[in-house]
């Protein structure tokens, strides 16, 4: 297997599963649960609104997701736009509730109208796909420039997309490039990936390496694991442009942490070829298995003769401990992710998309993944 060119990385960030993320924030450090119920009982939307909080983070309670659902909901029919959008991502979803596409729409709709900007993109999601509400991909679009003008960067790598790609519109690379640096205007983390995967393979209006690395880190920085995976390959490919010592590797390590298992296989690649670490095969293997067994059959099809070329070289208790430790870890790693979020206890992170709904799940995932 050659090593992967970071080219072929960018044609990948065009897929249009749109994603709704909701992630609650942190709650204050002392909680006083039995005192927040009795006001939020009383029909405080604010109490309602920390107690949804305190057990989706199980923060000085029993993390319960059910319980968080209850509460978001009980503030959703006081009228709280905020409230009404987490839980109209809790129906998209199923967290805590059964999944209701009818009902998140409901939601979102409510939100909308309330001035969430967020509402408003999801509420395009659901028309975009016809989720919940008829298909109506013309109202999606509108919905998304009606987020973008009140401040919503995602919708903006929405509608990037969608000229990239030729949906719902006339296929504009260069309208693409206008709304994927609206967004990065904007700091959102999927339009600074999307503009970068255009500025570092010379599609959009010109090749710049620099900016596409720079746009790349501050993406990965905030957790957005593919920008991560990219960023990793760029930097091998061109080590001038890392700020610090192994920063290519840091990335494809941290994206590979999260599940990507191409970035598995990079790591394989260099640590068969001794490209920017010393050669080893043992640590090569031990990547191509996890990226065999991740891949399906696209990861088999890759690095399946690297693993038997591999196996030959190392002896038999060589290759039946790798084997244990590459099974051990996909165990320990058993979803794909796409954002990582740090700050909270536990650390949460946003699953990659699901075909069906077009939304990832948020799941609590170990501190020292």
Known sequence: MHLLSHRASARTAFSFALTCLVLPPLAAMAVDIPQLETGAGRGSTRKQMQLGDDYFLGHGVQRSEQSAAYWYEKAANAGDPQAQLQIGFFYQVGIGVARDPSRAAHWYQLASAGGSATAKMNLGVAYLWGTGVPENKPLALQLFHEAVDKGCGMAAAYLGDAYALGFAVPKDLSTAEHWFAVGAKMHDPRSQFRLAALVSSGTGSSQDLHKAA?????????????????????????PELATVPNEGLHALQESADAGTWKSSAALGALARDGHGMTADPKAAYRYFRIAQ????????ALVDVDVSLLKAKLSSGDVQALDQEAATWVQKHPAVLEFVYKGAAPTFALTAPNQQIHAGRLVPIPTDN
């Open 214 to 238: 720079a746009l790349l880190r501050d993406s990965g920085g905030k957790g957005y694991v593919p920008a991560k995976h990219a960023l990793g390959l760029l930097l091998v490919n061109h």
């Open 293 to 300: 067994t991740e891949g399906g059959e696209e990861g088999r």
